[in-house]
């Protein structure tokens, strides 16, 4: 699973615990359920949700009455923690390798770095202030005023 993928099934699989209201492990998530609503393949759901449950945000049972639940309310987890826990970062990019004897490439890729590290703190501090329950709220005060990345496609 690449690293930008973590991020949104993670964010996803918090908000369907949520809503299905799963707090404790008589209301667990199968793996399975989790992948069908993402969607996506349940090993990928089980491999976020090992990030998300060393983390603190969830628990898990393994085995065939296992699943994942919620530890913490949905408005006290803030997708920015949602991030750290998948070892994410914003994702814009990678610096290049500069190529010795140019002076613009062995420039350009610490500056480059700079501009990242810039981005992903600017990611960090918008995503702090936006939680799992605002996910699942129809229009949240954290994400009024912005509209669909041009980019993400939306089920219809």
Not at 109 to 132: F, G, H, M, Y
Request: hydrophobic share 45%.
């Amino acid at each position: 699973m690449s690293d930008s993928q973590r991020f949104p099934v993670a964010a996803h699989s918090l908000a369907y615990l949520a809503h299905k209201g799963a707090y404790s492990p008589a209301e667990a998530a199968p793996s399975a359920v989790l992948a069908a609503s993402v969607p996506t393949n349940p090993v990928v759901v089980r491999r976020v949700t090992a990030l998300l449950a060393k983390a603190g945000l969830i628990a898990t049972r393994p085995g065939a009455s296992g699943g994942a639940w919620l530890l913490r309310r949905p408005e006290d987890i803030r997708l920015d923690e949602v991030l750290k826990a998948v070892n994410g970062c914003a994702h814009i990019g990678s610096t290049p390798a500069g190529a010795r004897g140019c002076p613009v490439s062995e420039h350009i890729p610490r500056q480059v770095a700079k501009a990242l590290t810039a981005a992903d703190e600017a990611a960090t501090v918008a995503l702090s202030k936006i939680t799992i329950a605002d996910l699942l709220a129809e229009n949240p005060a954290s994400l009024a005023g912005f509209a669909l990345h041009k980019s993400c496609p939306v089920a219809a």
